[in-house]
């Protein structure tokens, strides 16, 4: 039982997130529909008609979800996730890099044509993570050139391996020992690097001086990297039955505590000194409280045993602890001290 709507809910929270509604109702000891009213705030109903904890709705692909929130006609669902969308940025905070993903090739091509002048088609094969441009497109433009070529290398030759985060090296053959040798030849390859840097700066530039295009590639650039939201614990709800008058959480413990008891899998990549044993401690405690684990175990190195049991009965002097000490783990006494494992209620 709980006086707690937000414990209820997590309680009565299946491994995905969905509630019982029914059951918090009976943990809560109140009608359905007093309950859902009750959980408001602490769940979300979706478009599917499900009853989901808040912290497993608001987050993951927002936009996704307010997308069908809205085609379901779910106005509050909108506005919750709404407020926790990240926010968009624009022009100012993107650096659009030549071989980025989120770029549409329609773009590269458009930036081709006007300033190298050429009519090449460009296209991305996402399965080789490579960029293609065809041969037949290339231009005799001499400012083009002049601009962002060299005697030794075309424009769009430069522009093709900037696609493909590449650098220029640009060869001699030399005759030597009887044969023809390629030697590297430092100055004509310093002289096209510099060019494709001209290339990559001009694009960076270029992409936004068309408004039209740039709401387009911002729009695809927030869709694609501004629209998750990673889920976060929230502890203020939790109470924290039995715990010592003298042992006071703080904020980022308790959401620790709320995230062990929310998801299967938690690390506590706190520095030293932060808590993480009490953390540890009370989150087994509420998991076995919640009924969410029956027979929480921990597990620590061997020297820390007794400090951390000293913790475990100091945050919790009536709390019912099983210490496999060096005793209990002695040859003739793991049989007994499984068997309590098994038939003691720890």
Not at 9 to 31: F, T
Not at 35 to 52: E, Q
Request: glycine content about 8%; charged content about 25%.
């Amino acid at each position: 039982r709980t006086d707690s709507p937000a414990e209820a809910a997590r309680m009565a929270a299946a491994p995905g997130g969905v509630v019982n509604v029914a059951r918090a109702a009976e943990l809560l000891d109140m009608g359905e529909a007093e309950a859902a009213h009750a959980l408001a705030g602490h769940t979300f109903v979706d478009p599917a008609g499900r009853t989901v904890l808040a912290a497993d709705y608001l987050s993951g692909n927002i936009r996704g979800k307010i997308e069908a929130a809205e085609r379901a006609g779910l106005a509050a669902n909108v506005a919750a996730l709404t407020e926790v969308l990240p926010e968009q940025v624009g022009p100012m905070e993107i650096i659009p890099q030549l071989g980025a993903t989120w770029i549409d090739p329609a773009h590269v091509e458009a930036f081709a044509k006007s300033e190298l002048k050429t009519s090449a088609t460009i296209t991305r094969i996402p399965s080789l993570g490579v960029w293609e441009v065809d041969s037949g497109g290339y231009s005799n433009d001499v400012t083009a050139q002049t601009t962002y070529g060299t005697p030794d290398i075309l424009p769009i030759r430069l522009l093709e391996l900037a696609l493909n985060g590449a650098a220029p090296v640009i060869y001699d053959e030399v005759w030597e020992d009887g044969r023809t040798r390629k030697v590297k030849n430092a100055g004509k390859t310093v002289a096209a690097e510099e060019k494709q840097n001209a290339i990559r700066d001009r694009f960076e530039t270029w992409l936004w001086e068309d408004k039209d295009r740039a709401d387009e590639v911002c729009a695809e650039f927030n869709r694609r990297f501004r629209s998750h939201c990673p889920r976060t614990g929230d502890g203020s709800h939790l109470t924290f039955p039995g715990l010592s008058d003298g042992v006071a959480l703080w904020d980022h413990q308790k959401d620790a505590v709320d995230r062990i008891i929310s998801d299967r899998r938690t690390i506590l990549h706190h520095c030293v000194g932060a808590g993480k044993t009490l953390e540890i401690l009370v989150g087994a405690m509420k998991l076995k409280q919640l009924g969410l684990a029956q027979k929480p175990l921990i597990a620590v190195p061997n020297h820390l045993l007794e400090q951390i049991a000293r913790e475990a009965r100091t945050a919790y002097p009536t709390g019912r602890f099983l210490i496999a000490g060096r005793e209990e783990m002695a040859k003739d006494q793991k049989r007994l001290f499984a068997a309590r494992c098994a038939t003691g209620d720890w």
